[in-house]
């Protein structure tokens, strides 16, 4: 059952490497027809080397300009065939790599597309390696598929053909031992399959292990439990030991044992081939003879390197599933095409009735009602994990409400395209996000045609400039990925220049909980009352000072919006923002 | 990968290589066999030639099934010493890679904290897993394969003497022919292999980088341009990709090439030395035979040459993690007794400096504290509160100065007897597989379930072991991922407290308590039997405000010391912290130190 589910499964992900193939079908033709001309001329050239040598009998019996002749001629088809091989080749790499190259375009763009909620519910790095290392695999096994396999097929064919075309009953024997060699293969691929699956798991432990003792090292070392350690993984690495063996053992007499049947083809057609010539009295030559054994070499390659491109083939489609899969997440709605494009949002935002979660069952945001005038200051409270973030996803549309609506400027967030409410907004998150780049492309991200003054001056406003200034080149300072040569503080510094420099009518600030230093965190206050001055912004606060100050107040808790209203009146409510208030100053 | 500069390939894995040594007559037989059958595939086109030139000449049937027999004998013996030997590669192979893991792994348990910064986890382990893998199928192949394709390749031409030397000259002109094709097609496309893969890793970078920064770029509608970028870095990657296929292609038409016309000219100097009557027709195919088997060994000897390139990158990657010398090992055995006197921990003018800095991280920090004090530890990130008490248990060493615990210095303590007196709760909070007893015991293995109990109460961890299913027996599961951090946070406190130690560490480590719990916590910890000395860092100046000592830290130094009274009068940094996190009103309402 399961198998055959798997089976149909290949096939659709094969129909959707023919949609990629698709584009290339002429060089796939043409690198078909070479193969053919390819494999044809190389099972001529044992027949032009068998007539050559029926030329050679004995002392002073050699036929001289019949072997010129045929030497000519061998000349020819050598250089025809290595032609053919040569553009066949090129061909195949240029299908190979330019599908390859497709399809990571096509994953990547889906990427840009996918709804924040699938980026978040998905591992990053599965989703690199979908992208890196399966995509490579299946390069890999679609470029020997091509060079390989339909070579290998044709080989075989070719050769029985020609064979027969030869001596029937030669071939008859060679065809009868063949299927020994796939049945001794077949039989110590099942016998080693249980041998890998012991060999992996003990692996898959083993590794666990690893991360774990490795990753978390520091810790060993605290507790001295090296010893313990180590004897854990000296346990494990003796089991793997074991099982390594065996499997590595029994996998490795595949060949031995191919090659041995190869042998006993070898001789069978040797015997059976002498055999024929004296009772054919010569009608079977010699010639035929040294074609014959030089075929029976050639045609038994073949079924050795196909099982091994087979299970090669599986493996790319297995990784190309993992990546169709990836191409074919859905995508986030596009904007309508009559959606209305928000120029400059005067500040207002109306939030009514919004229902949101991100699971069903889970119910967060209910009912939730919010009314901002122009450039108030809404700031949002609660534990570390209350869902904080909820709330700007649902702001900037990184996730859409369930029910209700959120307008702003008294347009519908819904009817409007993303690109033009998001760039009403300027949002610093705590988790500071920095491209790899210059200084100067990261400030640009929002306005890349800002000019050096312009830039100079929100790095001022952001009192990011005087750091900036003493980096070894200033605003060209190349920051490594994700900004490890520059401190958290400086960094989101910097991530505060780049919205200061576009100076969207409304802000979305999260506010440093304690990773920065004193001083600098002092510097980001003050960039941002810089900021909100005659904004609408709405403020993840810790700061006290920011909390009393707002217009008004979100209390979070678990995900939801449990208390609203201004510092005061919330006091008064003696409720949870009451005890948050005063835990504070709880002397334990 | 920055350190990736740092060790400069020594060598050929030399050092890698002593974990053969046990192996060694496995390495010896292994080739051994396989030059014995390869020895037996050289005599095949011989008989071959025999039963051409005196079973078909002769009309000889029984000659001819006996030549035959002779060929099924030879093929079985090939397979009995070619299973030999692949016996003894597999067995020294695995054997090998069992051994180098194993010293690796010991290797990185006594690597000092500096060096696991500069190497970094994740690299150490690639290099225990798929690199120390790749040296095994290395290992196997070189035994299986790098005498046995020489000789053949070799072998052949010998054979070819004894037939015909004339021919046989073919052979010398036509071996380094072949060999100047396979390896210069090598030696031009391995370079270029490194450059696909930078190319890959470029466009790694850039998807990593739209996923992590997915809401940024969203915000900014960056995600064409992103596109755009992407793109041209895809495009990049094709380009190289399909320049080194150009070149390897070339490989197969050449060779064939090149075979074929020796096979011709084989053919026709054989041809002319029937005419003298040197050699017979057999002997001809057997020439022609011993060409086509040379051109089968060379190319799986390039091939060969390929795995082996990898399996020595991998190998020379996991040797320059042996060769990193770890920094703080015992430098005496037992330790030396000194007049403990009452301080239990003191400093004095201690600089440190991480290794890699121009910069000290910590200056000229001068301490004392008695046994049974509480110290807190204050300052923003980066200011070095970090790097004080993790000098206490030596994960690094001073620059300058010295640490003496108990009156001895550090460095005086075995590491063990040192780190057995002190319990560290780091930053992150980390747990491992295994129940939560099992990790509670990691520092006392012989404590019993009534200790348990005693110190996840102190933890204010006892509502999370209760309401997990099976308390103590939970299972919990690699990383912690079945629970929550504050749930960790607790469990790890838990398991310094099971160690009883002399001095107790929090480094930061009670950031995702709630202020309430955090409060208990204190307040439990203080009860802790023994007097034990506790030090507490914090970014809130709540939790560590009735501390016996503060230590003020900003920029690697100490700009106060004293308590929280103290401070508040005389260090402006103190102050400034605090009022960040309390407003002058809310200090008179508490009844706190007045006037600021």
């Not at chain 2, 990657?317 to 042996?322: C, F, K, M, T």
Request: proline share 2%; net charge neutral; glycine share 8%.
């Amino acid at each position: 059952m399961s198998k055959q589910k798997n089976m149909t499964g290949q096939i659709a992900t094969l129909k959707k490497v023919m949609h990629y193939l698709k584009h290339y079908i002429p060089i796939l033709i043409l690198s078909v027809v070479l193969a053919t001309v390819t494999v044809a001329l190389t099972l001529y050239f044992p027949i032009l080397t068998g007539r050559a040598i029926d030329l050679i009998l004995d002392k002073g019996n050699v036929d001289f300009p019949g072997i010129l002749a045929i030497a000519k001629e061998g000349v020819i088809v050598i250089g025809i065939t290595a032609a053919a091989q040569w553009i066949m080749n090129m061909c195949n790499n240029r299908m190979t790599y330019n599908i390859v190259r497709d399809i990571r375009r096509d994953a990547f763009e889906r990427i840009e597309h996918l709804p924040l909620s699938y980026i978040d519910s998905h591992s990053h790095g599965d989703m690199v390696s979908r992208i890196i290392a399966d995509v490579d695999t299946f390069a890999d096994g679609l470029l020997m598929g091509f060079t390989q396999l339909f070579t290998g097929l044709a080989t075989i064919i070719g050769t029985l053909l020609f064979m027969l075309f030869v001596n029937v009953k030669i071939t008859v024997v060679v065809v009868l031992l063949t299927p020994i060699s796939l049945f001794v293969a077949g039989f110590i691929a099942k016998k080693t399959y249980s041998m890998f699956q012991l060999q992996t798991q003990t692996r898959g432990e083993q590794t666990a292990l690893i991360e774990e003792m490795v990753g978390n090292q520091k810790v060993v070392q605290a507790f001295c439990h090296e010893k313990e350690a180590l004897g854990q993984f000296a346990d494990v690495n003796d089991r793997l030991q074991k099982y390594s063996l065996r499997a590595t053992f029994f996998s490795s007499l595949v060949n031995p044992s191919t090659r041995f049947v190869n042998s006993l083809v070898y001789a069978a057609v040797g015997i059976t081939g002498a055999l024929a010539v004296i009772l054919t009295g010569g009608a079977f030559s010699v010639g035929n003879l040294s074609c014959f054994l030089s075929y029976a070499n050639q045609y038994t390659k073949p079924f050795n390197e196909i099982s091994g491109v087979v299970t090669e083939l599986q493996n790319a489609l297995a990784c190309a599933a993992r990546f169709f899969e990836l191409i074919e997440a859905k995508e986030e709605e596009p904007d309508a095409a009559d959606a209305y494009q928000l120029e400059q949002a005067d500040g207002t935002v109306d939030i009514d009735h919004v229902y949101f979660s991100y699971v069903p069952e889970q119910k967060l945001i209910e009912d939730f009602n919010l009314h901002v005038q122009p450039g108030q200051r809404i700031a949002i409270v609660g534990p570390t994990g209350c869902g904080k973030t909820t709330l700007i996803n649902l702001l900037m549309r990184f996730y859409d409400a369930d029910s209700g609506h959120i307008q702003v400027s008294g347009h519908d967030v819904m009817h409007m395209t993303r690109h033009s409410l998001r760039k009403n907004y300027g949002m610093v998150l705590q988790e500071t996000w920095l491209k790899k780049g210059t200084i100067r492309e990261n400030i640009c991200m929002g306005k890349p045609d800002a000019t050096e003054e312009e830039m100079i001056a929100a790095a001022k406003a952001s009192h990011a400039h005087s750091f900036i200034r003493r980096l070894s080149k200033g605003y060209d300072t190349e920051i490594t990925e994700d900004g490890g040569n520059l401190s958290q503080g400086q960094k989101q510094l910097l991530c505060i220049t780049r919205v200061m420099l576009c100076l969207p009518p409304m802000l979305i600030l999260d506010e440093a909980t304690s990773s920065i230093d004193t001083r600098t965190e002092i510097r980001i206050q003050k960039a941002f009352l810089t900021m909100m001055k005659g904004r609408t912004s709405f403020i993840v606060a810790h700061r006290l000072s920011t909390i009393r100050e707002a217009d008004s107040i979100l209390v979070m808790k678990d995900g939801k919006i449990i208390e609203q209203g201004n510092h005061d009146t919330l006091l008064a409510q003696n409720g949870f923002y009451a005890t948050l208030y005063n835990s504070q100053f709880d002397q334990g | 990968m920055i350190q990736a500069n740092k060790y400069k390939g020594k060598g050929i894995m030399r050092k890698l290589l002593i974990y053969l040594n046990e192996y060694r007559k496995e390495c010896i037989l292994a080739p051994l066999f396989k030059l014995l059958e390869a020895s037996f595939e050289l005599i095949v086109p011989l008989v071959v030639a025999a039963i051409i030139d005196h079973g078909i000449a002769a009309s000889n049937k029984s000659y001819i099934f006996k030549m035959g027999g002779v060929m099924v004998l030879l093929a079985l013996i090939g397979l009995a010493c070619s299973i030999t030997a692949q016996y003894f590669a597999a067995k020294a192979a695995v054997g090998f890679s069992t051994k180098v893991r194993y010293a690796l792994f010991s290797h990185i348990q006594k690597l000092s904290f500096s060096e696991m910064d500069t190497i970094g986890t994740s690299t150490l382990i690639t290099r225990m897993t798929s690199d120390i893998n790749q040296t095994q199928s290395g290992v196997n192949m070189v035994l299986r394969l790098f005498l046995r394709s020489p000789f053949i390749v070799f072998g052949a031409m010998i054979m070819a003497f004894t037939v015909d030397v004339k021919a046989a000259l073919i052979f010398v002109v036509t071996i380094p022919l072949l060999s100047v094709v396979v390896f210069s097609v090598m030696l031009v496309s391995i370079p270029l292999f490194k450059k696909v893969q930078r190319g890959l890793d470029e466009v790694l970078g850039h998807t990593r980088e739209n996923l992590d920064g997915a809401r940024v770029i969203r915000a900014f509608n960056k995600q064409e341009e992103e596109t755009k970028d992407f793109n041209e870095s895809n495009a990049y990657l094709t380009k190289i990709q399909m320049l080194v296929g150009r070149i390897s292609t070339l490989m197969n038409p050449l060779t064939y090439v090149i075979i074929n016309f020796a096979i011709i000219a084989v053919i026709w100097v054989g041809g002319r030395q029937v005419d003298i009557g040197r050699i017979s027709q057999g002997e001809v195919i057997a020439l022609v035979n011993y060409m086509s088997q040379i051109l089968v060994e060379l190319v799986k000897l390039a091939n060969l040459i390929i795995t082996i390139n990898k399996a020595i990158a991998c190998g020379n990657r996991i040797q320059e993690v042996l060769e990193t010398v770890p920094t703080i090992t015992d430098s005496v055995t037992e330790t030396k007794k000194s007049a403990s006197g009452e301080l239990e921990v003191e400093f004095s003018h201690v600089s440190m400096k991480y290794a890699g800095n121009a910069q000290d991280s910590l200056t000229d920090i001068n301490l004392k504290v008695k046994k049974g004090q509480t110290i807190g530890i204050i300052g923003g990130t980066g200011s070095g509160k970090s790097s004080v008490v993790n000098l206490i248990p030596r994960f690094y060493d001073v620059s300058q100065g010295s640490i003496k615990v108990a009156g001895t210095d550090v460095r005086e303590y075995p590491l063990a007897d040192l780190r057995q007196r002190i319990g560290v709760v780091m930053q992150k909070a980390v747990l491992f597989q295994g129940t939560i007893a099992q990790n509670l015991r990691w520092g006392n293995p012989d404590a019993t379930e009534e200790q348990l109990w005693h110190a996840i109460e102190v933890a204010q961890a006892a509502d999370v072991v209760k309401g997990k299913e099976g308390g103590l027996d939970y299972v919990i599961e690699q990383g912690g991922r079945n629970l929550s951090g504050g749930q960790k946070q607790r469990l790890t406190i838990a398991r310094a407290v099971v160690k009883d130690p002399e001095i107790l560490i929090l480094d930061d480590s009670a950031s995702a308590l709630d202020f309430a719990t955090d409060a208990r916590l204190r307040a439990a910890l203080r009860n802790l039997q023994g007097n034990k000395t506790i030090f507490i860092v914090s970014q809130r100046t709540s939790s560590i405000q009735f501390a016996d000592q503060i230590l003020v830290m900003d920029d690697g130094q100490a700009v106060g010391l004293g308590t929280h009274e103290e401070l508040l009068e005389n260090c402006e940094i103190y102050r400034e912290i605090y009022e960040s996190q309390f407003k002058k009103e809310d200090l008179r309402k508490n009844g706190g130190a007045g006037n600021v």
